[in-house]
């Protein structure tokens, strides 16, 4: 098969991954092995992100197996995918063991460790994501904006002010302050770090806002007791032309849970399903606590709720028995 050929692989092994067909690119790169093709290491990355995005480890160190055995493992695009690999999936030694054996390290791979320092709590100084940082810009590592949400993200869980006000003006002088990711996490790091005012100026001073800006300052909202806000803004979203998912569902209803706001939060767990297509798969405690000590059961909208909240729990139920179903049936293999 000539190089024409292998590009027009690789093409279709990206484009798989691309679009969130992680198991037929899998197949497809089986294809490609038993027809004898010699790979190389993009396609190694490409499927490698597949197994990343699918959080399908057992299959990913299969891959990273054929890697060490075909000499790709140690090159940087292969060697970053690896790392992505390892860190979304809560093996985060084995993703620094990668980092630190990668001859050139690019921020692409300073990214892909980040992943590993957002699904686990690394309580070593020495690897602490900010000392991290600090030895690559040292190095003339220079960060982008997924280094900067990323950042952001983990200021914001371990509510770190100090470490996310330093960040801010340092994107700023990135020129990403326009950035809709690095401006949506720096709303969501100041209101987790209780900083609700500062979310609000950050929030105003943006020129225009996506779906994600959106939820990001109604969950602040939320977070802080604010339900009146929350409401406000969440009718300001659809005057604008922005449908609410779930995500905006969900803060909305915790925001009427936590201000004791339970008529509103009644009609829209009422509306959530027939105007906004959305049957959120899980629904805050406080909200349903807070209905059924507030509201009166012979309310017709109260009435409503209690009916579809019984729905939403034969759904779950569904939903955990199939999944034990699968299990039992996959053990007895």
């Not at 038993?34 to 959080?55: A, M, R, Y």
Request: proline fraction near 2%; aromatic fraction near 10%.
């Amino acid at each position: 098969m000539d190089e024409k050929s292998l590009v027009s692989w690789s093409a279709l092994l990206a484009a798989f991954v691309k679009n969130d067909y992680a198991k037929e690119a899998l197949v497809l790169f089986l294809d490609i092995l038993e027809i004898g093709v010699n790979l190389h290491s993009g396609c190694f990355s490409t499927v490698l992100d597949g197994c990343s995005e699918s959080n399908d480890l057992e299959v990913g160190l299969q891959i990273h197996g054929l890697a060490i055995k075909l000499g790709h493992a140690s090159d940087v695009n292969t060697g970053t995918a690896l790392i992505d690999l390892y860190a979304k999936c809560v093996s985060f030694q084995s993703a620094r063991v990668i980092f630190d054996s990668l001859r050139s390290k690019t921020i692409a791979s300073f990214n892909a460790i980040l992943a590993g320092y957002l699904n686990s709590n690394i309580e070593d100084v020495e690897k602490d994501p900010m000392v991290f940082f600090s030895k690559l810009r040292f190095n003339g590592v220079e960060p982008d904006r997924i280094t900067f949400s990323r950042l952001f993200s983990l200021s914001a869980d371990r509510a770190c002010l100090g470490t996310g006000k330093n960040l801010h003006p340092y994107s700023t002088k990135m020129g990403l302050e326009n950035d809709f990711a690095v401006r949506n996490a720096v709303i969501t790091m100041y209101a987790k770090c209780g900083s609700i005012e500062d979310a609000h100026q950050i929030f105003s001073s943006m020129n225009s806002h996506d779906c994600v800006t959106w939820n990001a300052i109604i969950s602040a909202c939320a977070l802080h007791g604010n339900g009146n806000k929350a409401l406000c803004f969440f009718e300001v979203m659809k005057k604008e032309g922005f449908a609410p998912d779930e995500i905006t569902i969900l803060a909305v209803l915790k925001a009427c849970s936590y201000s004791g706001l339970w008529e509103n939060g009644l009609r829209l767990f009422n509306d959530m399903k027939p105007k906004y297509g959305i049957w959120p798969k899980l629904v805050p405690a406080g909200f349903i606590s807070t209905t059924s000590v507030a509201g009166d059961k012979h309310h017709p909208e109260s009435r409503e709720i209690y009916a579809n909240l019984d729905l939403l729990r034969d759904e779950i139920n569904w939903r955990d028995k199939t999944r034990n179903n699968l299990q039992l049936h996959s053990d007895s293999f």
